[in-house]
């Protein structure tokens, strides 16, 4: 193919688009940390879910989309197949969301439903790329308050969501898409690990039905 024909490619990737796969390969670089905390997070949630309990997600906008994203590979399956796995996504609740946007202020959207669904000892995952998001704070209160493990995935620290979790995997990266792409990535390994847990597929660390069962009574 001739240079004018390169040229006239529009498909071809521009310096822009070089430049976020460079940022992207660099915030990889310096994302080990949240891996082992998201892989920790799946054991952990193997043990409460496994118990009868449940997990809540919530996020705003593309972070909405990944909330759901988790809740549905719970519900449905990661890769192989297992039972189902309570978990709801606060942010597809249309009816509740705009019920309570209607009555209460703004910052209640996910507050008020943590308070509906959430028992202690469940968990609820809150995702704000910023860190910094009302709705997503209050929830985070309201699920301390309430004795949930409130586990946040947000960007770069200082964020008040951080700071107000149980624990928090704050993705080092200047850019919001960039945030969001590791978030991904971390969803996923959450997910594996917690199969990997319960003995799905091929499994280091496997929680036998003696385990499952005695983690059902505790929760009942």
Same mark, same amino acid.
């Given at each position: 193919m001739s240079t004018n024909a390169h040229a006239n490619d529009k498909s071809l990737p521009t /310096?822009? &688009?070089?430049?976020?796969?460079?940022?992207?390969?660099?915030?990889?670089?310096?994302?080990?940390?949240?891996i082992d905390i998201v892989d920790d997070w799946g054991v952990r949630l193997a043990g409460v879910?496994?118990?009868?309990?449940?997990l809540l997600a919530a996020g705003n906008g593309g972070s909405a989309a990944q909330a759901q994203h988790l809740? #549905?590979?719970?519900?449905?399956?990661?890769? &192989?197949?297992? /039972?189902?796995?309570?978990g709801?996504?606060?942010?597809?609740?249309?009816?509740?969301l705009t019920a309570i946007a209607?009555?209460?202020? #703004?910052?209640?959207?996910?507050?008020?439903?943590?308070?509906?669904h959430g028992r202690p000892g469940d968990v609820?995952?809150?995702?704000?790329?910023?860190?910094?998001?009302?709705?997503?704070?209050?929830?985070?209160?309201?699920?301390?308050?309430l004795g949930l493990d409130v586990w946040s995935m947000t960007g770069p620290r200082p964020n008040p969501l951080a700071?107000?979790?149980?624990?928090?995997?704050?993705? &080092?990266?200047?850019?919001? #898409?960039?945030?969001?792409?590791?978030?991904?990535? #971390?969803l996923h390994v959450l997910c594996a690990a917690f199969d990997r847990t319960l003995g799905v597929g091929v499994s280091r660390t496997r929680m036998t039905s003696v385990d499952l069962t005695s983690a059902r009574g505790r929760g009942a």
């Open positions: /310096p822009c &688009d070089h430049e976020h796969l460079r940022e992207l390969s660099e915030a990889i670089g310096r994302f080990g940390p949240c879910l496994g118990g009868g309990g449940r809740t #549905a590979e719970l519900v449905g399956r990661y890769r &192989d197949d297992r /039972p189902p796995f309570s709801i996504c606060l942010t597809a609740e249309t009816s509740s209607n009555d209460y202020p #703004a910052s209640e959207l996910f507050a008020r439903q943590v308070e509906a609820v995952v809150l995702m704000s790329t910023s860190g910094r998001s009302e709705n997503m704070i209050a929830a985070a209160r309201r699920g301390r308050d700071d107000l979790a149980t624990e928090s995997c704050a993705v &080092d990266a200047p850019y919001t #898409a960039t945030v969001q792409e590791l978030h991904l990535v #971390a």
